[in-house]
């Protein structure tokens, strides 16, 4: 017979379970609202740096653009020769690039195309740490929460064990004492022990009834037996009986004194 999980187990894998498939539920629409609101950023604040370069290269004649370490701006040959040339327009995040990574906004215009890059490695490298850290919080509190949830679960079936190691030392006749309950038990363990106290008092009295039936049986059982014995003594003790009858009389005679050590034990 296979052994049988425990309650404990099955609330603790429950648990477990449920708290899986919340944290990835959670974590899953944390991402996805991260991305969503970094796209909204990246796309405001590089549309807004194109219209300022634009404007600045309207009325600045000399102006070619920033070119700095964070910030590139491309158009024209420079468009073509740079790594974003296969890009479609719009704004494009996580562009690897060498060993650096940009976001890069791309727009088709009259004269041809152009683009504004901007260097986001120290800030993704940044957000990776803090992935790995809040992955690593994540495992910690999950730890922690395990650890507490198995202590809970074994608080809340301890009362339900005690339970059950005191109905198995109750005596099979019903005679053993009621089950106390604490006034602090949950409603369901009262229930549970207030059923098995019932269930114990009818077992009581059906085995009153049983007793009572079987001492009556008992003493009837004797009274017959009684005559049948003392009528075989008699009989044998009879100087007419014949030796054809003997043995017949002494079978009757212990057959009755079988009889009479049977109700005997009965009672």
């Known amino acids: 017979m296979s052994k049988r999980?425990?309650?404990?187990?099955?609330?603790?894998?429950?648990?477990?379970?449920?708290?899986?498939?919340?944290?990835?539920?959670?974590?899953?629409?944390?991402?996805w609202v991260n991305e969503r609101a970094e796209q909204a950023v990246w796309e405001s604040m590089l549309h807004a740096e194109m219209q300022h370069v634009v404007g600045r290269r309207v009325h600045?004649?000399?102006?070619?653009?920033?070119?700095?370490?964070?910030?590139?701006?491309?158009?024209?040959?420079?468009?073509?020769?740079?790594?974003?040339?296969?890009?479609?327009?719009?704004?494009?995040?996580?562009?690897?690039?060498?060993?650096?990574?940009?976001?890069?906004?791309?727009?088709?215009?009259?004269?041809?195309?152009?683009?504004?890059?901007?260097?986001?490695?120290?800030?993704?490298?940044?957000?990776?740490?803090l992935g790995a850290s809040l992955a690593l919080s994540v495992v910690l509190v999950a730890a922690l929460m395990a650890a507490l949830a198995y202590w809970g679960v074994g608080r809340l079936v301890a009362p339900l064990s005690r339970l059950a190691a005191l109905i198995a030392r109750l005596p099979p006749d019903g005679r053993g004492p009621a089950l106390e309950v604490s006034d602090t038990a949950p409603a369901e363990i009262a229930g549970g022990t207030d059923s098995v106290n019932r269930y114990m008092g009818r077992i009581r009295e059906h085995m009153e009834r049983e007793r009572t039936f079987i001492n009556l049986a008992s003493h009837e059982l004797r009274t017959p037996i009684a005559v049948i014995a003392g009528s075989a003594e008699v009989a044998l003790a009879h100087p007419h009986m014949s030796e054809g009858l003997r043995p017949h009389v002494l079978r009757t005679q212990r057959t009755a004194a079988a009889m009479e050590e049977l109700a005997s034990m009965l009672l």
């Open 5 to 31: 999980p425990s309650l404990r187990r099955s609330l603790l894998i429950a648990i477990a379970l449920y708290t899986g498939i919340l944290s990835a539920v959670v974590a899953s629409h944390g991402y």
């Open 60 to 129: 600045e004649a000399e102006y070619t653009g920033p070119d700095t370490d964070a910030l590139r701006y491309y158009d024209g040959a420079g468009f073509a020769a740079s790594p974003f040339a296969a890009l479609a327009a719009g704004v494009h995040d996580e562009v690897r690039a060498g060993s650096r990574e940009y976001v890069v906004l791309v727009e088709d215009v009259a004269g041809g195309r152009r683009a504004l890059a901007l260097d986001i490695t120290d800030q993704e490298q940044g957000e990776r740490t």
